[in-house]
């Protein structure tokens, strides 16, 4: 990764059937990356740590509403797995707000960051890959 994207780099996002998807996910990626550099320079002796706690309840509170919307325009045009791919956000949201809450325990910034910079990138591009891909192309049916 580069010092802009010390996450992911927006290039290695797979490309889905509706934009809108694709611009959130463009938009999840940004906020990750900005709290990667921040965990960065934690790591290196400059920790902010009231930085990294909004910068990680902003990330979540985006994924959050990312994750309403799918479901609704899941549930809205009767995509069939709708069931699957919403346990899907329900479960990366529960072990996201684990991870919040026990940051905002011990601030532990290994801890985050191996959550960041590891878990999070291969789980991301796992479901966008695959449940996402699915959703889209059945959503673009009625969406761009």
Same mark, same amino acid.
């Given at each position: 990764?580069?010092?802009?994207? =010390?996450?992911?780099?927006?290039?290695?996002? =797979? +490309?889905?059937?509706?934009? +809108?998807?694709?611009?959130?996910?463009?938009?999840?990626? %940004?906020?990750?990356? %900005?709290?990667?550099?921040?965990?960065?320079?934690?790591?290196?002796?400059?920790?902010?740590? =009231? &930085?990294?706690? &909004?910068?990680?309840?902003?990330?979540?509170?985006?994924?959050?509403?990312?994750? %309403? @919307?799918?479901?609704?325009?899941?549930?809205?045009?009767?995509?069939?797995?709708?069931?699957?791919?919403?346990? #899907?956000?329900? +479960?990366?949201?529960?072990?996201?707000?684990?991870?919040? @809450?026990?940051?905002? #325990?011990?601030?532990?910034?290994?801890?985050?960051?191996?959550?960041?910079?590891?878990?999070?990138?291969?789980?991301?591009?796992?479901?966008?890959?695959?449940?996402?891909?699915?959703?889209?192309?059945?959503?673009?049916?009625?969406?761009?």
């Amino acid at each position: 990764m580069t010092d802009q994207h =010390p996450v992911l780099s927006p290039k290695d996002i =797979p +490309s889905i059937a509706v934009g +809108s998807m694709n611009d959130t996910h463009h938009e999840e990626v %940004a906020l990750v990356n %900005a709290l990667g550099a921040l965990l960065q320079q934690a790591a290196e002796g400059n920790g902010d740590i =009231p &930085a990294i706690t &909004a910068a990680l309840d902003e990330w979540i509170a985006h994924t959050e509403a990312h994750f %309403a @919307r799918e479901n609704k325009l899941m549930q809205e045009y009767g995509f069939p797995p709708f069931a699957v791919h919403a346990q #899907e956000h329900s +479960s990366a949201l529960e072990g996201l707000h684990e991870i919040q @809450r026990r940051w905002k #325990e011990d601030q532990d910034v290994e801890q985050l960051a191996g959550y960041v910079f590891n878990s999070w990138p291969q789980w991301f591009q796992m479901h966008v890959n695959s449940m996402d891909n699915v959703t889209a192309q059945f959503l673009s049916n009625f969406i761009d």
